[in-house]
């Protein structure tokens, strides 16, 4: 029953879906929503390597742990969002849990499944996945016409930490937040955590009180931007009984239309925003606090994702004197901290290192087309969708200035459409083809470092697909210009090879 066919790809006796989406996290959950409504009949398995949903949001579980994006745009177009704003991991996971049990998608979830392979026969027109379940060892096989690429873009089961001289001889502990432990206590304890994006910005306020004090040490500074965590139109609306689908509809839109304009001025007019963001922080630390030192990034706003801090939660704790801000660089750990380069030794009980994460392209997953191994950086991007070359997949890569789902409803609604237009043609093969005219385009890297350069993304970029100069393949990261022209994608383009 087990046996291969000739090219390694469908195994007989496999379980066989239209279509497969790896992972449950945001991305994979809404993916499965679209699926049971936009094409109906559709038979498709969710597999996720973790013991449950949520993805990003059951992984970390550091104290404090919320989202920087509102909620109206990071919650689904078709879910509505009805609390503040910023919301935590839990109040997340309890909205997916929510759209699952509406939608029924639990059947359709298999936990503990870890993806290891994924192989296409063109004989076949399908892929066949290998993968194993973490809790019986067991290799599952699984077969698809489509594979949903759901799985996010960073390694989940461990962090990114560089290696600094001395580590080893630390006497405390060395904490990533991405595997934070459930017995870490820290009450009382001198507490370093280094760097200054969200985590940061999120962990210090939250474990400040019971620290003795806490130190953000950062090499350089980054822009923050202060709000309330409320909506005015959102409570106003409410006040006046608005049904909840239309005040996420309005909301959504007056938060997408304010964050453009934001958006738009960090590029025409950057010092004004940068003073605004600026005079955020002052209002919190005062006149005297050396605002120049540690909150004045050299880069413009928005080159790297700026963090929200609700209520300066922050800055509240640097005034209370509970946390404070070191910007220098490691020079090497000691036995009882870290040492600066300044020759200055922060001493520690424990050290955090808020330093990102690893990327991972596509899940760690051995992907074979017609027996020949696939690189993904060998490839050409569709619309930051799919890739030349790779038959029947789409990943989906969200925003990483607005929310990452917004894109993920926008790419839903392209894969659905596909599925639809392949049923319609009597095909079961589509992929993305340069085209005559395309031959000589220049290709560039997945994002633009100029635009936007986290650290994660600018380690990695090298194993990413590339983006093109036309229309077709690039990759904008743009939601503006992406809301249009997603939908409008002809499906008949020669830039589409159908068999
Ligand atoms: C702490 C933190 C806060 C963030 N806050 C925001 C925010 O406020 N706004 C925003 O827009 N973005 C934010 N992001 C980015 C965030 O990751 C995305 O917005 C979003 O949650 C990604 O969802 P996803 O479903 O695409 O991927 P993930 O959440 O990464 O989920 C992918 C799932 O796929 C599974 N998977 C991966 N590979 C395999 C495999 N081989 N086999 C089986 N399963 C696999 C994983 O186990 C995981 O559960 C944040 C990220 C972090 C880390």
Redo the contacts with the bound molecule.
């Keep these: 029953m087990t046996a291969e066919t000739r090219n390694g790809s469908t195994r007989q006796g496999a379980e066989h879906f239209d279509v497969l989406i790896?992972?449950?996290?945001?991305?994979?959950i809404g993916a499965a929503y679209h699926l049971t409504t936009e094409c109906p009949g559709t038979s498709f398995v969710i597999?996720?390597?973790?013991g449950s949903f949520?993805?990003?949001?059951?992984?970390?579980r550091y104290p404090g742990?919320r989202?920087?994006?509102d909620l109206y745009t990071?919650g689904y177009r078709f879910k509505p969002w009805t609390s503040a704003p910023i919301a935590t991991a839990a109040e997340i996971l309890a909205y997916l849990a929510e759209v699952i049990d509406e939608n029924d998608l639990g059947p359709h979830i298999r936990y503990r499944?870890?993806?290891?392979s994924a192989r296409w026969s063109s004989t076949e027109k399908r892929w066949t996945l290998e993968?194993t379940r973490l809790d019986s060892g067991e290799a599952v096989h699984i077969t698809a016409s489509f594979l949903w690429m759901?799985?996010?873009?960073?390694r989940?089961d461990q962090g990114y930490t560089p290696e600094w001289e001395g580590m080893k001889s630390f006497k405390g502990r060395i904490v990533h937040p991405q595997t934070w432990p459930e017995d870490l206590d820290y009450t009382g304890k001198r507490v370093v955590v280094i760097g200054s994006g969200?985590?940061a910005a999120t962990l210090i306020p939250a474990i400040a009180e019971d620290c003795g004090h806490v130190v953000l040490l950062q090499r350089s500074p980054t822009f923050y931007i202060t709000g309330r965590n409320a909506n005015q139109l959102a409570d106003t609306l409410r006040e006046l009984q608005i049904d909840e689908r239309w005040i996420h509809e309005i909301v959504r839109r007056k938060v997408l239309y304010d964050q453009s304009v934001f958006t738009g001025r960090s590029f025409t007019e950057p010092e004004t925003v940068k003073q605004e963001l600026l005079a955020g922080v002052r209002f919190y630390l005062g006149p005297d606090y050396d605002v120049a030192t540690h909150f004045t990034p050299s880069y413009r706003p928005w080159r790297q994702r700026i963090a929200f801090i609700p209520n300066g939660d922050l800055f509240q704790a640097i005034g209370a004197g509970k946390a404070s801000v070191v910007t220098d660089e490691i020079d090497r750990f000691t036995e009882n901290g870290v040492l600066l380069k300044s020759g200055k030794l922060l001493e520690a009980d424990i050290v955090v290192t808020a330093t990102g994460?690893n990327l991972?392209v596509l899940?760690?997953?051995d992907f074979t087309v017609d027996g020949a191994p696939l690189a993904f950086s060998d490839t050409v991007t569709f619309h930051g969708m799919m890739f030349t070359g790779v038959p029947n997949m789409a990943w989906?890569f969200?925003?990483l200035r607005?929310?990452?789902?917004l894109r993920?409803d926008l790419v839903a609604d392209f894969v659905c459409r596909l599925l639809k237009h392949m049923k319609n043609k009597g095909v079961g093969k589509v992929v993305p083809t340069l085209r005559e005219e395309d031959k000589d385009m220049a290709l560039l890297p997945w994002i633009d470092p100029q635009n936007f350069n986290p650290g994660y993304l600018m380690r990695g970029m090298h194993l990413l697909p590339k983006r093109g100069d036309k229309p077709e393949w690039q990759h904008l990261q743009d939601y503006w210009t992406e809301k249009d022209r997603l939908p409008a994608i002809d499906l008949d383009d020669r830039a589409l090879a159908y068999e």
């Design positions: 790896v992972g449950a996290g945001i991305s994979g597999l996720e390597a973790q949520g993805g990003t949001w059951l992984t970390h742990i989202s920087d994006s990071f499944h870890r993806i290891s993968a759901c799985q996010g873009y960073y989940h969200a985590t994460f991972n899940g760690d997953i989906v969200g925003y607005a929310a990452w789902t993920a």
